[in-house]
């Protein structure tokens, strides 16, 4: 086995990030021009039981754009990402992805897409080796092209010592490297990223940035779930707020801003304005300090 | 996609669904189980084991009804009535025992595949739900394959052969053509009903060892329960074979009940379907129709058209099943939960000891391996007063009643501390934890 790694290791070259991202824009030099909104969603609505997990939710996303969709946990954005992949059905309301329906284009929606998932989905009982095989398989992928991208990504994202040991055996962290670049190895138009920094450390985070940003110069597209705010206004262009199953707000963060009344704040501060939390968080503050306030240690 | 690359598809999903399996019954042990799959092969191929093991029992049956036929036709002159309830009982115990060996030996690895994660991932790739709903039963069908095989083909095989040679002179071809199909259409709609058991069995099976609330009492009880139910089933099977194949000459020779008593009793049981109305049809077929009172053969007919709607209505629920555990909307089994309110968040303070032990219960509920060594030193005692009721001592060691007696406390006395021991001490991995252990209960008592 370590044979092995040790012959992948030799044919991995020895380059710089920026180099090695620029080499896969060469990779892929004959860049589609997408003009097609990519996501269309209109007035969905999901529920589970008595709950209603997605109220009305209505935004898009163009080509070339990070799309955020960003809210505290049980807000919906999970809900939302798995209609998007067909991997629930909504109760009501309108979805295109490339223009087609999730319901009824399921193949070739999927095809375009690359998911990443909250909690690693990929084969655990699979070596990465087996699992890239399986997926170069499943989607008929050039040989050489896919070898040569996926020296790249694990090179990048310094997980080549892990290509043969059990998923299951790996971190959470490199469990999350290895999902990220079995999204990408098809070159998907549109990429589904729930919660991607999960696990990741501070350099493989900061590749994994770059990498979505070069998806978008390239004309693809990013929808990007998460809850922390910093990474939200960070990576993302626009950030739709979800609350409780409802679309809060949709914009830029200058747009966001203006909508809180909050020049100049970060994200943070409009969020709470947003989703009028931040009376809540102060009172919450105020008890805190009154009950842990007089026991000094 | 062709039918051919989604059974290879289902290969992938096969083996993820072991491990799921193999890493819930690990429980606290997962670690330790992952270092020993990458090192050690065999464990990898604990599936494998299992499968043939299953086959392998399976086919031991076959010489229930081998003994059966060989008896039928060796005593049918002397009393048919009583003959037709023995054969009929026999071959009844024989579909019984092979649903249920499938169970015990398929039931473990079978509900990783019934709790629907494996099939998550395979959502995201470029297949359409029907590709999917098909890679689910190519999946099943993968963890049952040599049980399968041998659970059609082990009656009819059996059944041919001995009736060749207990009366193939007697019966001539055509006869033996006729059982040898009844056989097949027998053993086939058994195969396909004990699947459809197992698919929805395991489905529950995994409802309980996920789904539940983790620390619940109930769920706790559920689980003891259900995993007792499965091993002293386990433990039976093996004891309802060596008696069975022991016994059964003899069940032939006796007449406990008089005529009309057996009449009587033929007719009702020939009428229920599962697990009487297949022993029926078989032995009416291996005798001379004119030997059987018309009312039997009346019963078994229908007792066998009740089966077949039995059949296809497991087999349904069963198809039902598949599609809904490969589906993305596969609906979780939802306890019904109280709601927590503010005044239900409150501190109970125990004992460290105590913390300790209600924390290795909810522990050890949830791991297959633990439940086993818990339960085995209560099994003991019965399996060994059943071994002692047949004999199965007095023949080994004679008649000493003390001898006996004390074989059997050292018997106790070694395993079930050994047991237990390993059992308690296995919850905790860590060293340090476990000397923390133990000094607890020391300044405990």
Same mark, same amino acid.
Request: proline share 3%; no cysteine; glycine share 4%.
């Given at each position: 086995m370590s044979h092995e790694i040790e012959s992948f290791n030799k044919c991995v070259f020895k380059i710089t990030q920026r180099e090695l991202f620029h080499s896969l824009l060469k990779l892929n030099n004959e860049m589609s021009v997408k003009s097609e909104v990519m996501v269309r969603v209109e007035n969905l609505v999901k529920t589970f039981g008595d709950v209603v997990a997605v109220n009305g939710l209505t935004f898009d996303v163009e080509p070339g754009e990070i799309f955020g969709l960003l809210g505290p946990n049980g807000a919906g954005k999970t809900t939302t990402v798995k209609i998007l992949l067909g991997l629930l059905e909504e109760d009501s309301g309108e979805i295109e992805v490339f223009g087609l329906d999730p319901s009824k284009e399921e193949i070739k929606i999927k095809d375009r897409i690359g998911y990443v998932?909250?909690?690693?989905?990929?084969?655990?009982? &699979?070596?990465?080796? &087996?699992?890239?095989?399986?997926?170069?398989?499943? #989607?008929?992928?050039?040989?050489?092209?896919?070898?040569?991208?996926? #020296?790249?990504?694990? !090179?990048?994202? !310094?997980?080549?010592?892990?290509?043969?040991?059990?998923?299951?055996?790996?971190? #959470?962290?490199?469990?999350?490297? &290895?999902?990220?670049?079995?999204?990408?190895?098809?070159?998907?138009?549109?990429?589904i990223m729930d919660e991607p920094l999960t696990g990741l450390d501070a350099k493989s985070a900061k590749v994994l940035k770059e990498i979505l940003e070069l998806h978008t110069e390239r004309g693809g597209s990013v929808i990007f779930s998460t809850h922390i705010l910093e990474v939200a206004e960070e990576v993302c262009d626009r950030i739709a707020i979800m609350d409780k199953g409802k679309l809060v707000a949709i914009g830029t963060?200058?747009?966001?801003?203006? &909508?809180?009344?909050? =020049?100049? =704040?970060?994200?943070?501060?409009?969020?709470?304005?947003?989703?009028?939390?931040?009376?809540?968080?102060?009172?919450?503050?105020?008890?805190?300090?009154?009950?842990?306030?007089?026991?000094?240690k | 996609m062709k039918n051919t690359e989604l059974y290879k598809v289902s290969k992938s999903v096969y083996k993820e669904a072991i491990l799921h399996a193999q890493l819930q019954s690990a429980g606290s042990n997962q670690q330790r189980f992952l270092e020993?799959?990458?090192?050690?092969?065999?464990?990898?191929?604990q599936n494998i084991i299992f499968k043939f093991?299953?086959?392998?029992?399976?086919?031991? +049956? /076959?010489?229930?009804?081998?003994?059966?036929?060989?008896?039928?036709?060796?005593?049918?002159?002397?009393? *048919?009535?009583?003959?037709?309830?023995?054969?009929?009982?026999?071959?009844?115990?024989?579909?019984?025992?092979?649903?249920?060996?499938?169970? /015990?030996?398929?039931?473990?690895? $079978?509900?990783?595949i019934m709790s629907g994660g494996p099939y998550e991932w395979v959502h995201t790739l470029p297949f359409n739900r029907n590709h999917i709903q098909k890679i689910g039963l190519f999946t099943f069908a993968r963890s049952i394959n040599i049980q399968l095989i041998v659970m059609s083909l082990v009656l009819p095989i059996g059944v041919t052969t001995a009736v060749s040679l207990a009366a193939g002179l007697y019966l001539g071809i055509g006869k033996i053509f006729l059982i040898s199909i009844v056989s097949i259409l027998i053993s086939v709609l058994n195969t396909i009903f004990n699947l459809a058991i197992l698919v929805?069995?395991?489905?529950?099976?995994?409802?309980?060892?996920?789904? @539940?609330?983790?620390? $619940?009492?109930?769920?706790?009880f559920v689980r003891i329960s259900t995993m007792a139910i499965y091993l002293i089933t386990s433990m039976l099977v093996v004891m309802a074979i060596q008696i069975g194949v022991e016994k059964l000459p003899i069940l032939f020779q006796i007449s406990p009940l008089n005529a009309g008593s057996t009449s009587i009793m033929n007719i009702v049981l020939s009428f229920i379907p599962v697990p009487f109305s297949l022993g029926y049809l078989m032995t009416i077929f291996l005798v001379d129709f004119s030997m059987i009172p018309s009312l039997?053969?009346?019963?078994?007919?229908?007792?066998?058209?009740? @089966?077949?709607?039995? /059949?296809? %209505? /497991?087999?349904?629920?069963? +198809?039902?099943?598949?599609?809904?555990?490969?589906? *993305?909307?596969?609906?979780?089994?939802?306890?019904?939960?109280?709601?927590?309110?503010?005044?239900?968040?409150?501190?109970?303070?125990?004992? *460290?000891?105590?913390? @300790?032990?209600?924390?290795?219960? $909810?522990?050890?509920?949830?791991?297959?391996?633990?439940?086993?060594?818990?339960?085995?030193? %209560?099994?003991?005692?019965?399996?060994?007063?059943? +071994?002692?009721?047949?004999?199965?001592?007095?023949?080994?060691?004679g008649n000493t009643g003390l001898t006996e007696l004390f074989i059997v406390l050292m018997?106790?006395?070694?395993?079930?501390?050994?047991? %237990?021991?390993?059992?308690?001490?296995?919850?905790?991995?860590?060293?340090?934890?476990?000397?923390?252990?133990?000094?607890?209960?020391?300044?405990?008592?």
């Open positions: 998932s909250e909690d690693p989905l990929i084969y655990r009982s &699979m070596t990465p080796r &087996m699992l890239f095989n399986f997926i170069s398989s499943i #989607r008929n992928l050039d040989e050489k092209e896919t070898t040569e991208k996926l #020296r790249y990504y694990f !090179e990048s994202l !310094e997980a080549v010592e892990y290509y043969d040991k059990l998923i299951a055996t790996l971190s #959470r962290g490199n469990k999350q490297k &290895m999902q990220v670049i079995a999204s990408l190895l098809h070159d998907p138009d549109l990429l963060l200058e747009e966001l801003s203006v &909508m809180a009344n909050k =020049a100049g =704040a970060d994200l943070e501060d409009i969020f709470l304005k947003l989703t009028n939390q931040d009376e809540s968080v102060a009172h919450i503050v105020k008890n805190l300090r009154k009950m842990l306030g007089n026991n000094k | 020993r799959i990458q090192k050690d092969r065999v464990a990898r191929s093991m299953a086959a392998v029992y399976i086919a031991t +049956l /076959v010489f229930i009804p081998i003994i059966s036929i060989f008896q039928i036709y060796l005593n049918f002159g002397s009393n *048919p009535e009583w003959i037709t309830f023995a054969g009929s009982l026999s071959f009844s115990l024989f579909f019984m025992l092979q649903l249920v060996i499938l169970i /015990v030996f398929a039931l473990m690895l $079978s509900w990783g929805i069995l395991g489905r529950k099976l995994a409802i309980v060892m996920e789904e @539940y609330d983790f620390n $619940s009492k109930r769920a706790n039997v053969i009346v019963g078994s007919v229908t007792g066998f058209l009740l @089966y077949i709607l039995l /059949v296809y %209505l /497991v087999t349904k629920k069963a +198809l039902k099943t598949l599609r809904n555990i490969s589906s *993305p909307d596969i609906k979780r089994f939802d306890p019904k939960r109280k709601k927590t309110a503010i005044d239900d968040i409150q501190i109970k303070s125990t004992t *460290p000891t105590r913390a @300790y032990m209600k924390r290795d219960i $909810s522990i050890i509920t949830r791991e297959t391996q633990q439940i086993m060594m818990l339960i085995m030193p %209560l099994m003991l005692p019965i399996y060994t007063a059943i +071994l002692g009721s047949t004999g199965a001592f007095t023949e080994v060691i018997v106790f006395v070694v395993m079930n501390s050994y047991i %237990l021991s390993v059992s308690l001490t296995i919850i905790e991995t860590g060293e340090k934890q476990l000397q923390l252990r133990f000094q607890l209960i020391l300044e405990n008592k």
